[in-house]
């Protein structure tokens, strides 16, 4: 059901991006595991024609955003939101509330339900943008 699947990868100023085409979720998890916070920052996920996914940050915790028909909604977690997590995504470092802030497992979990399904696993809080 993924239509495409894309990584940067960034060596200094020096931007380059790899591109699989109808990946396989195992061509999914590889770009995921990649996911450093250092060289690698930004997974996209091109699901639809209305449906897409980021993922940035890594290695420890990355923040996830799902696209569907024009509506983005970002993952959460349990915790208040009272401090923040330095990442790095898409190359920049930004500060982000720790309720964003997703570990592995979770990140994985949501990711392979919307890749199959196109839908946002509803046993995980996500918050409308």
């Known amino acids: 059901m993924i239509n495409s699947i894309s990584i940067d990868e960034r060596n200094g100023t020096t931007f380059n991006e ?36 980021l993922v940035g940050g890594g290695p420890e915790y990355f923040v996830v955003s799902i696209t569907i028909d024009e509506h983005i909604y970002t993952l959460m977690n349990d915790k208040r ?27 994985l979990e949501v990711l392979k339900y919307f890749c199959e399904t196109g839908k946002l696993h509803e046993s995980h809080q996500w918050k409308k943008e």
């Open 81 to 107: 939101g009272n401090s923040e997590i330095s990442l790095v995504i898409g190359g920049q470092l930004g500060n982000y509330c720790d309720n964003i802030c997703i570990e592995l497992i979770p990140m």
């Open 18 to 53: 790899e591109i699989v085409m109808n990946p396989t979720w195992a061509d999914s998890l590889r770009f995921l595991r990649k996911l450093d916070g250092d060289k690698f920052t930004l997974v996209f996920f091109e699901v639809t024609d209305t449906g897409s996914a």
